[in-house]
């Protein structure tokens, strides 16, 4: 009863802003959430703001970081998110800020630590959410920033929710073909980063299984001239080298130069 007074609080309210704040307050305590509700309409009886996706025009500029557990999306989003005109934004993280003890905290948990994958509708509608509340903070600019996504999407399915959401300019394909190089590299991110699910050696077995099963097949599902492949096995800096050759040139045709008015 509760959960539908306030569905239809959330459905008269006209402002963007304290419908995204709702729904980041309800995606970190886990609280289930009616997306039609989250249509703010103006007098017109236009929608002004549809949480639940974007019209094709208005997509996420995007380029997409794939790549197997370990293979250092994380490492290199982290670094182009500190250059002005490019905003990272990595699914785990999403999933780990979330309280632990939270509906949806319990699901990522009891996924996670198996080694798993979060069902695609809650991932999916998660991050929507989550990089929805980014923009109403002008943390995320969609009209100055280059979005880098590293974890999402990870099945073909997720890909094909995503299209409302994100237009992709380019695939960074981490690949790597020596698994167990990979492996050795989540037992040091265990120790430094205190990462559960890196540090049982099932588990980071079988994230590898299932990244190969479920997330290497999108790599296929977007078109071949999408596609950049870089050596997941060399240096930082070097595959930085690689990354910024193609991603700089992006960044610059498709937004302004984030340093001049
Ligand atoms: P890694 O850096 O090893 O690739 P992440 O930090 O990206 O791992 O993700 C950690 C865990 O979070 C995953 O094993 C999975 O359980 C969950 N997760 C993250 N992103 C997704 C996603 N796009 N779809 C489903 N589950 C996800």
Redesign the pocket.
């Given at each position: 009863m509760c959960f539908v007074a306030w569905d239809d609080w959330l459905r008269n309210q006209s402002d963007c802003r304290i419908k995204s704040k709702y729904f980041e307050i309800a995606a970190q305590v886990g609280v289930p959430i009616d997306s039609s509700a989250a249509v703010v309409r103006n007098p017109l009886g236009r929608d002004t703001c549809d949480h639940d996706g974007l019209s094709m025009t208005n997509r996420y500029k995007t380029v997409l970081l794939l790549g197997a557990?370990?293979a250092g999306?994380?490492t290199q989003g982290n670094i182009l998110g500190t250059i002005p005109g490019f905003y990272h934004c990595?699914?785990?993280?999403v999933?780990?800020q979330i309280d632990i003890s939270s509906e949806l905290g319990k699901i990522?948990y009891e996924?996670?630590s198996r080694?798993?994958?979060?069902p695609?509708d809650v991932?999916v509608k998660m991050w929507a959410q989550s990089i929805h509340a980014h923009t109403v903070l002008s943390e995320y600019k969609p009209h100055a920033d280059l979005l880098i996504l590293?974890?999402?999407?990870?099945?073909v399915e997720?890909a094909k929710l995503m299209e409302k959401h994100i237009e992709v300019l380019k695939i960074i394909h981490l690949y790597c073909n020596d698994e167990e190089a990979m492996f050795e590299r989540?037992r040091r991110r265990a120790l430094k980063a205190n990462r559960l699910?890196?540090a049982d050696e099932k588990v980071i077995r079988h994230?590898w299984d299932v990244y190969e099963a479920e997330t290497r097949p999108v790599v296929d599902y977007y078109p071949k001239e999408l596609l950049f492949e870089v050596n997941s096995l060399g240096s930082p800096a070097m595959i930085l080298h690689d990354i910024l050759d193609v991603v700089a040139p992006i960044q610059d045709q498709v937004f302004k130069n984030p340093l001049q008015d």
């Open positions: 557990p370990g999306k994380g990595s699914c785990g993280d999933f780990r990522f996924y996670s080694g798993e994958l979060v695609d991932t590293d974890g999402i999407p990870r099945t997720q989540l699910d890196d994230r």
